[in-house]
T-cell receptor, first 113, second 112 residues
Framework: GAGVSQSPSNKVTEKGKDVELRCDPI?????LYWYRQSLGQGLEFLIY????????KSGLPSDRFSAERTGGSVSTLTIQRTQQEDSAVYLC???????????FGPGTRLTVT | GENVEQHPSTLSVQEGDSAVIKCTYS??????FPWYKQELGKGPQLIID?????GEKKDQRIAVTLNKTAKHFSLHITETQPEDSAVYFC???????????FGQGTELSVKP
């Protein structure tokens, strides 16, 4: 079946602009996660959704970062007033209810110039 | 805070040899430990996982062992092949549920 999809695959933006990153989870997966991977680094947790609510948003780096999920499916991660340190690969994962396995999408590579 | 340490950061082996990657975790309440393989330009792929009620799990050439007392788990790849070359990440599920805490990754290179 279809896996987690993310769009765009690549995004280049100027410092100070806002960007929106989209994640479409596997059908039936109620949990959705956003992680960030900086060059050559491990994955850093950003936020977790169960349905449309976010019980854990402890990883969002600043108030410039926000995320929402509607209809228990697609999620959007928004970064306002982008900075060069926001450059990274943003990864989305989803999991089936009451199951720990998280399946990742291909990521969005964000470059802030 | 919650932390996962992974070693080595790079590992080079000859085709056919075994490779071992080790991780330690800080949160004794963690009960789920997945391993991911990430190829260049792709998202992480779940390759094997283990839960705290078992000590070892095997899937063909890949095995994972867990020592809860020592808070230590390892990935073992036998009969390595060039297509095993990738970055491997270990992770531990946070005691709060939901998020995974990742190690820093091991770049495995299998030389033909």
């Amino acid at each position: 079946g279809a896996g987690v999809s993310q769009s765009p695959s690549n995004k280049v933006t100027e410092k100070g602009k806002d960007v929106e990153l989209r994640c479409d989870p596997i059908s039936g997966h109620t949990a959705l996660y956003w992680y960030r991977q900086s060059l050559g680094q491990g994955l850093e947790f950003l936020i977790y959704f169960q349905g449309n609510s976010a019980p854990d948003k402890s990883g969002l780096p600043s108030d410039r970062f926000s995320a929402e999920r509607t209809g228990g499916s697609v999620s959007t991660l928004t970064i306002q007033r982008t900075q060069q340190e926001d450059s990274a690969v943003y990864l989305c994962a989803s999991s089936h209810p009451q199951v720990n396995e998280q399946y990742f999408g291909p990521g969005t590579r964000l470059t802030v110039t | 805070g919650e932390n996962v340490e992974q070693h080595p950061s790079t590992l080079s082996v000859q085709e056919g040899d075994s490779a071992v990657i080790k991780c330690t975790y800080s949160d004794s309440a963690s009960n789920y430990f997945p391993w991911y393989k990430q190829e260049l330009g792709k998202g992480p792929q779940l390759i094997i996982d283990i839960r705290s009620n078992v000590g070892e799990k095997k899937d063909q050439r890949i095995a994972v062992t867990l020592n809860k007392t020592a808070k230590h788990f390892s990935l073992h790849i036998t009969e390595t092949q060039p297509e095993d070359s990738a970055v491997y990440f270990c992770a531990a599920l946070s005691f709060q549920g939901g998020k995974l805490i990742f190690g820093q990754g091991t770049e495995l290179s299998v030389k033909p």
